[in-house]
């Protein structure tokens, strides 16, 4: 049973750092794209960044520049390196499990097959 689990998540003041990571289990992590989202209260759960199986990354514009995901397959982890914070980045992040395509692109959440449970980033003002 894949199972996904974030940390990493917490209360920042604008302008700083945080880096989440996501430890995966039950399947053999090498083989397969991740990516990470996020929701907002009251909004859908939106893309923020993919990474495939050789390594190959897509970020959302609305983060480029100031967000890096990664991964570690000797770890089986995958992480979210976010500078810059904004309060409007406010939301519970997931990571999410891409079993069906390598593509490099793709933002959808319907389109991923495992999810963790998530983790609360909060960026004040």
């Known amino acids: 049973q894949v199972q996904l689990v974030e940390s990493g998540g917490g209360l920042v003041q604008a302008g700083e750092s945080l880096r989440l990571s996501c430890a995966v289990s039950?399947?053999?992590?090498?083989?397969?794209?991740m990516a990470w989202f996020r929701q907002a209260p009251g909004k859908e759960r939106e893309f923020v960044a993919r990474?495939?199986?050789?390594?190959?990354?897509y970020h959302a514009n609305s983060v480029r520049g100031r967000f890096t995901i990664s991964r570690d397959n000797a770890l089986n982890a995958v992480y979210l390196q976010m500078n810059s914070l904004k309060p409007e980045e406010t939301a519970v992040y997931y990571c999410?499990?891409?079993?069906?395509?390598?593509?490099?692109?793709?933002?959808?959440?319907?389109?991923?097959?495992?999810w963790g449970q998530g983790t609360q980033v909060t960026v004040f003002s």
């Open positions: 999410a499990d891409d079993l069906t395509t390598n593509r490099i692109v793709v933002t959808v959440a319907s389109d991923y097959d495992y």
């Open positions: 039950g399947r053999s992590f090498s083989t397969y794209a």
């Open positions: 990474i495939t199986r050789g390594g190959s990354t």
